[in-house]
């Protein structure tokens, strides 16, 4: 088990928070026209790349397994979502379409079997496929 920390703070500035992992800062902001100063993405599109970047974390450590062979070409994912506002004035994340163009030195078959191992260790996937509509298109 594994356990992470962010620290967030609300800037004085439009909507910028200021998250702290670890070492590492980050801006979190709106786009102009909801309030923000568009300093950063806004925290939609982090849960996106939160997507993509675990996928591509899971797909590596398959690579650097001791016994693999397996040599990455490409491995590009583009993560696309819809939010849903109701009367109440709450949102959410609906849909989460996810087009993955992977190419490896592996045939086709398993090239496929390594697509189907990298979404079964993404954390960030599994945490999510069961709140969020997910839809894949493997290139």
Do not use: W
Request: a negative charge; hydrophobic letters at 35%; one cysteine or more.
């Amino acid at each position: 088990m594994a356990k992470y920390n962010v620290h967030t703070t609300l800037r004085n500035i439009g909507s910028q928070t200021i998250n702290t992992a670890g070492v590492h800062q980050f801006i979190a902001d709106e786009p102009t026209i909801f309030r923000g100063t568009d300093a950063g993405p806004n925290p939609v599109q982090y849960l996106l790349g939160s997507v993509g970047a675990c996928l591509g974390a899971s797909a590596a450590s398959i690579v650097h397994r001791p016994s693999s062979n397996i040599k990455i070409k490409k491995f590009d994912v583009e993560v696309d979502g819809e939010t849903e506002r109701f009367p109440d004035k709450s949102s959410r994340v609906s849909k989460i379409h996810v087009t993955l163009d992977c190419e490896t030195n592996l045939p086709p078959e398993e090239n496929q079997n390594f697509i189907e191992e990298t979404l079964h260790l993404c954390t960030v996937h599994n945490t999510l496929k069961d709140a969020v509509d997910f839809s894949f298109e493997i290139k």
